[in-house]
């Protein structure tokens, strides 16, 4: 299984990206669908998470700017994050929860800046 994440890039504050998590390979049950974000210097953090009932849960920073959604057909995940603020600027890891087991899955991560 691997996960393929893409859509960072360069922006500006105010502006909105977003980012998409393409899982390929036999996967099996999905359980939870995550991203998480590391700043430079700092630890990883939870942003966003997606339960296989549709439940979603949000860090008290991005609430209210970003959105986690998918797309059951093709197996994606995306994160829609707008009002970008410079706090924002981290490498974005998708994360998928999958089977019985609950299988761990991370994308490479990609690369948002935000700057003024």
């Known amino acids: 299984v691997q996960l393929q994440a893409s859509g960072g890039g360069s922006v500006q504050t105010g502006g909105s990206l977003r980012l998409s998590c393409a899982a390929s390979?036999?996967?099996?049950?999905?359980?939870?669908m995550y991203w998480y974000r590391q700043a430079p210097g700092k630890q990883r953090e939870l942003v966003a998470i997606?339960?296989?009932?549709?439940?979603?849960n949000y860090a008290g920073s991005v609430k209210g700017r970003f959105t986690i959604s998918r797309d059951n057909a093709k197996i994606t995940v995306y994160l829609q994050m707008n009002s970008l603020k410079r706090e924002d600027t981290a490498v974005y890891y998708c994360?998928?929860?999958?089977?019985?087991?609950?299988?761990?899955?991370w994308g490479q991560g990609t690369l948002v800046t935000v700057s003024s």
């Open positions: 390979g036999s996967i099996g049950s999905i359980n939870a």
């Open positions: 997606l339960t296989s009932g549709g439940d979603t």
């Open positions: 994360n998928i929860k999958a089977g019985r087991l609950w299988n761990d899955y």
